[in-house]
């Protein structure tokens, strides 16, 4: 079973993130939430125990690469993969040289979510 | 009203082929997020600015390209939506149904950007703004320069606009 943050501007996103995990037959056991990265890593400060986070790059305070950025330089190495309207390859590319794992573009469905995830959770 | 001219010459893009990603985005996003399937039409000749009734959600872009992608919902059909998308029942206007439709907007806005910028950093998308009413006008500058494209879902017509200008 895995913990996971779920880091989205959109609580409607985060909603269907947490059913579409549970949907794709994931063995998800607590899912926590934040509205931005500067929620996010108050999220992981707070000592949580955390096996995956997955956070969009459009929010605003903190931005999706900045919060990459700061859980790595904290040196938290938990795996994190970016869902994300944002499809362009630079930015996919500036996200994985950040730290994140890999990358899911919205719309997506239950089963895209199993390809990506199923081997990180 | 049609695609403005630098759009079309820059993007080497017509206006049927812009509305057919308007409708493909619009599509996918309906049928796996919201799970209704809509129908898409022809793109309308006039601007709509004036709406009754309805909800609306707004990106826009800057950079290279700017401007704005929106979709105008009637309420009830935006109730739909946002139940849909919850799992839950919503049955009046509030934060939900404005998260729930913003964040359709965001992602046909995504869906576009990735038409205009392959890479992704020459185009940058907002935060999604949403206003509702009972009877409410929408303008932009460049009504002139716009693509809206008419979808039919469950009995009621949305609309979805695209605004675009090419930045020098």
Known sequence: MANILIVDDSSTMRKIISRS?????????????????????????????IQLILSDINMPNMDGLEFVKAVRAN????????????????????????GASD????????????????GLI | MSLNSDIARTTSLTEE????????????VFSTMVMMDVV????????????????????GFAGTYSGVISIHCPIALALKVTSNMLGVD??????????????????????????????????????PTVISGEDYTVNSLSDNDCVVVPFTVEGHTL??????TKED
């Open chain 1, 103 to 118: 990358s899911i573009k919205k719309p997506f469905t239950p089963d895209q979510l199993q390809e990506k995830l199923g």
């Open chain 2, 90 to 127: 919503c049955d009046e206007v509030n934060d939900d149904l404005n998260d729930a439709i913003g964040e359709i907007a965001n992602m046909l806005g995504g869906s576009v950007k990735q038409v205009l910028s392959k890479g992704g950093l020459d185009v940058k998308l907002s935060i």
């Open chain 2, 40 to 59: 898409g039409d022809f793109p309308l000749t006039e601007p709509v600015s004036r709406f009754k009734c309805c909800i609306t959600g707004m990106v």
């Open chain 2, 17 to 28: 082929q812009v509305a057919g990603y308007v409708i493909d985005a619009t599509k996918e």
């Open chain 1, 21 to 49: 995990l549970r949907q794709a037959g994931l063995t998800v056991d607590e899912i926590y939430e934040a509205g931005d990265g500067i929620e996010g890593l108050g999220v992981i400060a707070s000592g949580k125990s």
């Open chain 1, 75 to 98: 040196g938290n190495s938990t795996p994190i993969v970016m869902i994300t309207t944002e499809g362009g390859e630079e930015i996919i590319a500036e996200a994985i040289s950040s």
């Open chain 2, 159 to 164: 609309l979805v606009g695209l605004t675009l």
